[in-house]
């Protein structure tokens, strides 16, 4: 017998490399069908939009909170001038225009507040 694999030590070997392919295209599949229908019926733009950060060109940055009976600090990064807390309520809380950032932050104050608009360091 030569040194090369023999027919039936390379048809395991290649049941494994099958199943392995097919557990990883599952997956891309799966994670592609999350996101496709947004894609197929959203403009470009709005393909991003969704619940916290979101920067659109063309328009303000913004937070989207998406629960629905919470309010929520957020922490506001502005290019050039710095961090502040901001408390925003169920929906779209339009940013400065020179946000980079906003992110919810459960370490300030617990993480809820009790008036959208109220602002803290």
């Not at 395991?12 to 996101?35: D, N, S, Y």
């Not at 600090?73 to 408390?87: D, P």
């Not at 309520?89 to 940013?95: A, E, I, N, Y």
Request: hydrophobic share 35%.
């Amino acid at each position: 017998m030569s040194n090369d694999m023999s027919f039936a030590t390379r048809r395991p070997r290649r049941r494994r490399l099958g199943a392995l392919a097919g557990v990883v295209l599952a997956g891309a599949l799966t994670c592609a069908g999350v996101t496709a229908p947004a894609r197929a019926s959203a403009p470009a733009a709005v393909q991003l939009a969704g619940c916290g950060w979101n920067n659109p060109s063309g328009e303000h940055p913004y937070y989207e909170h998406c629960a629905t009976n919470t309010n929520v600090w957020i922490q506001v990064t502005r290019w050039a001038r710095g961090k502040y807390h901001r408390c925003v309520g169920p929906g779209r809380t339009v940013l400065d225009f020179d946000a980079t950032g906003a992110w919810y932050d459960s370490t300030y104050q617990g993480g809820l507040c009790a008036h959208p608009g109220d602002t803290g360091p």
